[in-house]
């Protein structure tokens, strides 16, 4: 799980810096030894934002996940500025599927497909669970999904939210118990 930290740099000449990081690593440049008289001062640069393909990466009940979105190319735009709510559908959700479906999907020949059912688990915003209506929503894909509300738990379509508001640099991630297929497939 990714921490939410602040980091003090003290650089050589005394001057010192301060940056909350997400489980980040703090760089410096150009070199303490670079620093002479006249030289530039170091910068501290964030090597590694928290994304949601980061939080998804850093989580090992997604790894399925994370190797569906690497194989459907979507890593790239689920690391990018967003914002965007994911329905992150866990490893258990995945093994659910009929046996096969998986691996058929994984194939390069249906990454249009496999782009299709995962598109459908992501809402453009940010949705805390607090903000959460009933009701019909679009996903990315196009497709609606049904939030239902039901006895304080939240469906989306069959799918139960197991868990809610895991935030990102670029969005939210609430976590799903079955993986959701849009109505054309």
């Known amino acids: 799980m990714n921490v939410l930290s602040l980091k003090t740099l003290v650089i050589a000449s ?3 810096l301060v940056a909350t990081v997400f489980s980040s690593v703090i760089t410096t440049s150009p070199t303490l030894a670079g620093m002479q008289k006249g030289g530039a001062m170091p910068t501290a640069t964030v ?3 928290n994304t949601i393909v980061d939080v998804a990466s850093g989580n090992k009940s997604f790894s399925t996940l994370v190797t569906a979105v690497k194989a459907a190319g979507l890593a790239e735009t689920l690391s990018g500025k967003g914002p965007f709510t994911v329905f992150a559908p866990t490893n258990e959700a995945f093994n659910a599927l009929p ?6 999907l994984l194939k390069p020949e249906n990454k249009a497909t496999l782009q299709k059912i995962l ?3 992501v809402v453009s915003g940010t949705v805390m669970a607090k903000d959460v209506n009933p009701g019909s929503v679009k996903t990315v894909e196009g497709s609606p999904i049904m939030v239902k509300v039901q ?3 939240v469906m989306i379509n069959n799918a139960n939210v197991i868990k809610t508001d895991i935030k990102a640099s670029n969005g939210v ?3 799903i118990d ?8």
Request: aromatic share 4%; proline share 7%; no cysteine.
């Open 99 to 104: 046996k096969g479906t998986l691996e058929t």
């Open 151 to 153: 006895g304080g738990k």
């Open 119 to 121: 598109t459908y688990h």
């Open 173 to 175: 991630v609430h976590v």
């Open 14 to 16: 005394g001057v010192t």
């Open 47 to 49: 090597a590694k934002t």
């Open 178 to 185: 079955k993986v959701l297929l849009p109505p054309n497939l």
